[in-house]
Nanobody, 121 residues
Framework: QVQLVESGGGLVQPGGSLRLSCAAS????????MGWYRQAPGKQRELVAA???????NYADSVKGRFTISRDNAKNTVHMQMNSLKPEDTAVYYC???????????????WGQGTQVTVSS
């Protein structure tokens, strides 16, 4: 089992910045892709950004140039710096891992509990 704990959400004015962090723990040796999803009220959960173990990144078009994802493989953490925030970025943000490798077991599709990001004046 993989436990994911997010931090860093909150209320920020339009144009402001926030940094989200997620720490993974459990009985695994490595994690493949780590990422962030978000879900706004009445909308489906969507991918915001993802990063592979080797550092390749993928961003939603709506956040390109504003958000930056990074990870520390030694600490099993992933971070997302969010700049130039807009009201439409308001959502619950979830940390996700696609696959974690344990001793003879794979942990697939693990989710954090989510952290609220609200962008409002």
């Amino acid at each position: 089992q993989v436990q994911l704990v997010e931090s860093g959400g909150g209320l920020v004015q339009p144009g402001g910045s926030l940094r989200l962090s997620c720490a993974a723990s459990g009985r695994f040796f490595s994690i493949d892709t780590m990422g962030w999803y978000r879900q706004a009220p009445g909308k489906q959960r969507e991918l915001v950004a993802a990063i592979t173990r080797s550092g390749s990144t993928n961003y939603a078009d709506s956040v390109k140039g504003r958000f930056t994802i990074s990870r520390d493989n030694a600490k099993n953490t992933v971070h997302m710096q969010m700049n130039s925030l807009k009201p439409e970025d308001t959502a619950v943000y979830y940390c996700h891992t696609d696959r974690a490798v344990g001793a003879g077991i794979l942990y697939l599709n693990s989710w954090g509990q989510g952290t609220q990001v609200t962008v409002s004046s």
